[in-house]
């Protein structure tokens, strides 16, 4: 049974939880990190994210509300999903490098 909070009347796979704060947080850190010099501002940077995402995922549950094959499907498909995205992204700064 869920602690602290209502018994939820459904459960989803996967956790949208982890998988939000996977990009988001990762995300952030990418952007922070790609302008920091010193290589133990960059470990700082993603370290915090990671305990981050961790947390999040470690509460979904302790709290009951996720199995933790529901977490390991958001972490895997907010890793899918950046994967695609940064795939994307070069493609596409490629190509504007190209007609300028």
Do not use: N
């Amino acid at each position: 049974d869920p602690f602290f909070i209502p018994k939820p009347s459904t459960y989803s796979f996967p956790s949208g939880h982890a998988l939000i704060s996977l990009c988001f947080y990762g995300l952030v850190a990418g952007t922070l990190a790609h302008d920091m010099d010193a290589k133990w501002q960059r470990i700082l940077t993603w370290s915090v994210a990671s305990l981050l995402i961790a947390m999040i995922g470690l509460s979904r549950v302790y709290l009951g509300v996720h199995w933790p094959s529901d977490v390991i499907a958001g972490y895997a498909a907010a890793l899918i999903w950046m994967g695609a995205v940064r795939v994307l992204a070069v493609r596409l700064e490629g190509k504007g490098a190209k007609s300028a």
